[in-house]
């Protein structure tokens, strides 16, 4: 894919109405060029996501499609076709393919118009993508082979089983993936040791894709449930903690860009997502000097390399002559009359000078003290005497962050007493008990990822803002990114009550008992049959663990941890002879709790 090396070009798309309009400048030619070479990616990549079952030749057919349609109108830009977007071109394109809208379940969608038709292919995206067969591993020597055989066949097959099983991720990252893969192939396949260099290499691409999936999940998940303001509150957050110098009326400025750029990005428009987010990091390189002084060496890089590098800047320090609190919000006299005076634009300039004061906090605790502070207004702007009511708002402000403190408090034990392997069957057994509907792949990547933010975070000095907004960042995952998702009462509520405070209410959240089996005489007998059903389906022993784990919380959830770690020490023990069990109803009599200390214990770290 050796256009990609022209990357930065994409971020100038608009639609094709726009960039199939002959060049007159000498960037104009080059993003022309751009254009031309590179229909076939964007196209692979909204198709892959919007139709995640279709095979890779019908995606590629797609592709060929587009590109006699961009010729068309490269030939003759009046032809009336030639006025849409290239998101309804594309869209076009797959409902104009015979037979592919009632094959794959899209057929409804094509029905629909404008808007709707969008909304209705992205609500079509699965983000559980269990369905999908494994990801194709090829050994070293035929990755290469393929390389070298015909590079630009390897690379869209890479760009479509990555976009397929990414249907959120917008499309800079999905391109900026295929370009480091491409770099990596290139060099790989030139090293005697290609197996250990493919393995150097993928492990920073793949961290990066899974990191910009689940922060890009979550925002966008926000913004459809509840709402641009919502997504303005997390931007102001963020911005305003890791750039604290910047004033509000550019800061302002900067997030009617982003607030764009979102809208295109979580809809699924890969043309849109790139020209907005292109423009959002022009315009923060434009006004860097009030921004950040760490952020110039990113300005001065590509253009696909500016976001990442941005990101990955550290925090700039806080302004010498930041005071440590604004009385404007908590000792003026009239704060009621100015929130009333000014209600778009009040308590986004609360958040953003909390935020900017508060650089240690997480962007989730900052937003619970917005919200709590927007509520304390509403009680005290009632009351005869409002001052002395608001006056107190620090007390509400640490009130909750206490609360936020002992939840990471407590997770950061947990990491600390017990294992990977034994903290991971911990948080297997909390997402069970609450969320017993969900699959097994999916319990266990949210598992996984409460493990990775764990390890990431529990040693830092900043621990307390890591694990929140990672935590937060898996509660995305749980929740998902469309609107008509459903798991159960109890956790629909939590993702769609208030997204401020949704780590607090899943920490409030009970077990379901859906599942639940009537009495232990009639668990036995179903873990006896799950168990060795597993034999036969699983051969790994850490697999059957998980499923065992999972099936038993499902079926009883009540029982204590020392009952299952003994249940799980007995089946274990088992070898190859899956139904002989050594007297499993001994690890609810008070005997056998025994064994169940001793497990637990085996798994405690040394």
């Known amino acids: 894919m050796k256009h990609l090396k022209f990357i930065g070009f994409i971020f100038s798309?608009?639609?094709?109405?726009?960039?199939?309009?002959?060049?007159?400048?000498?960037?104009?030619?080059?993003?022309?060029?751009?254009?031309?070479?590179?229909?076939?990616?964007?196209?692979?990549?909204?198709?892959?996501?919007?139709?995640?079952?279709?095979?890779?030749?019908?995606?590629?057919?797609?592709?060929?499609?587009?590109?006699?349609?961009?010729?068309?109108?490269?030939?003759?830009?009046?032809?009336?076709?030639?006025?849409?977007t290239a998101n309804e071109a594309i869209q076009d394109a797959i409902c104009a393919t015979e037979?592919?809208?009632?094959?794959?379940?899209?057929?409804?969608?094509?029905?629909?118009?404008?808007?709707?038709?969008?909304?209705?292919?992205f609500y079509n995206k699965k983000a559980n993508t269990g369905f999908l067969?494994?990801?194709?591993?090829?050994?070293?020597?035929?990755?290469?082979?393929?390389?070298?055989?015909?590079?630009?066949?390897?690379?869209?097959?890479?760009?479509?089983?990555?976009?397929?099983?990414?249907?959120?991720?917008?499309?800079?990252?999905?391109?900026?993936?295929?370009?480091?893969?491409?770099?990596?192939?290139a060099t790989c396949c030139e090293e005697q040791e290609k197996a250990t260099c493919f393995q150097a290499k993928a492990t920073p691409i793949t961290q990066y894709l899974k990191a910009s999936s689940s922060y890009q999940g979550n925002v966008c998940g926000a913004l459809i449930k509840f709402g641009p303001k919502v997504l303005n509150s997390i931007n102001t957050a963020a911005f305003s903690k890791k750039f604290p110098k910047i004033g509000f009326k550019d800061l302002t400025s900067i997030l009617e860009d982003v607030s764009s750029m979102y809208d295109g990005c979580c809809e699924g428009d890969v043309v849109q997502c790139v020209r907005s987010q292109s423009q959002v990091m022009k315009h923060i390189c434009s006004k860097q000097d009030f921004i950040s002084s760490k952020i110039k060496e990113c300005c001065g890089k590509k253009i696909t390399e500016r976001e990442v590098c941005v990101i990955n800047t550290n925090k700039e320090e806080k302004p010498e002559d930041l005071s440590?609190?604004?009385?404007?919000?908590?000792?003026?006299?009239?704060?009621?009359?100015?929130?009333?005076?000014?209600?778009?634009?009040?308590?986004?300039?609360?958040l953003h000078e909390y935020s900017r004061r508060h650089t240690e906090f997480s962007t989730a605790e900052l937003l619970r003290i917005a919200k709590v502070y927007k509520d304390l207004l509403e009680d005290c702007c009632r009351r005869e005497s409002p001052a002395s009511c608001y006056r107190n708002a620090e007390d509400k402000f640490n009130e909750t962050t206490k609360k936020s403190f002992a939840m990471v408090q407590q997770e950061c034990k947990h990491f600390q007493e017990l294992d990977k392997e034994a903290l991971k069957l911990h948080y297997l057994v909390v997402f069970t008990k609450v969320a017993p509907q969900l699959s097994m792949e999916e319990l266990i990547s949210l598992s996984e990822g409460m493990v990775a933010a764990l390890t990431t975070c529990c040693t830092l000095s900043e621990e307390f803002s890591c694990v929140d907004d990672l935590a937060e960042l898996v509660?995305?995952?749980?929740?998902?990114?469309?609107?008509?998702?459903?798991?159960?009462?109890?956790?629909?509520?939590?993702?769609?009550?208030?997204?401020?405070?949704?780590?607090?209410?899943?920490?409030?959240?009970?077990?379901?008992?859906?599942?639940?089996?009537?009495?232990?005489?009639?668990?036995?007998?179903?873990?006896?049959?799950?168990?060795?059903?597993?034999?036969?389906?699983?051969?790994?022993l850490q697999n059957k663990k998980h499923r065992f784990i999972i099936n038993l919380v499902k079926w009883m959830p009540e029982i204590t941890t020392e009952e299952r770690l003994c249940l799980l020490t007995k089946f274990s023990a088992t070898g190859e002879r899956c139904s002989d069990v050594q007297e499993p109803e001994a690890c609810f009599r008070p005997e056998g709790s025994n064994i169940g200390d001793e497990s637990g214990a085996a798994n405690k770290k040394r």
């Open 99 to 121: 037979g592919l809208p009632q094959k794959y379940n899209c057929s409804h969608c094509c029905g629909k118009t404008s808007v709707a038709r969008r909304l209705c292919f």
């Open 133 to 185: 067969p494994p990801f194709p591993s090829l050994d070293p020597e035929e990755k290469c082979q393929a390389y070298k055989n015909n590079s630009g066949s390897f690379l869209n097959l890479y760009i479509y089983e990555v976009a397929r099983r990414n249907p959120f991720v917008f499309s800079p990252v999905l391109l900026t993936v295929a370009a480091q893969f491409e770099e990596a192939a």
């Open 475 to 540: 509660l995305g995952d749980l929740c998902g990114v469309n609107e008509n998702r459903t798991i159960n009462p109890a956790v629909d509520h939590c993702c769609r009550a208030d997204f401020a405070f949704r780590r607090h209410c899943f920490g409030r959240l009970e077990a379901d008992t859906t599942y639940a089996l009537p009495s232990v005489s009639a668990l036995i007998p179903a873990l006896r049959e799950d168990w060795c059903q597993a034999h036969k389906e699983d051969k790994d």
């Open 13 to 84: 798309l608009f639609s094709l109405t726009e960039f199939l309009v002959l060049p007159t400048k000498p960037q104009d030619v080059a993003i022309q060029k751009f254009i031309e070479e590179n229909t076939a990616y964007l196209t692979i990549i909204a198709v892959a996501q919007y139709v995640q079952e279709a095979s890779f030749d019908e995606v590629e057919k797609l592709a060929r499609v587009m590109m006699d349609y961009r010729d068309r109108c490269l030939a003759d830009g009046t032809l009336p076709e030639c006025s849409k």
């Open 324 to 350: 440590t609190r604004d009385l404007r919000f908590t000792d003026d006299e009239n704060i009621c009359q100015t929130r009333d005076s000014y209600k778009d634009s009040f308590f986004t300039e609360f």
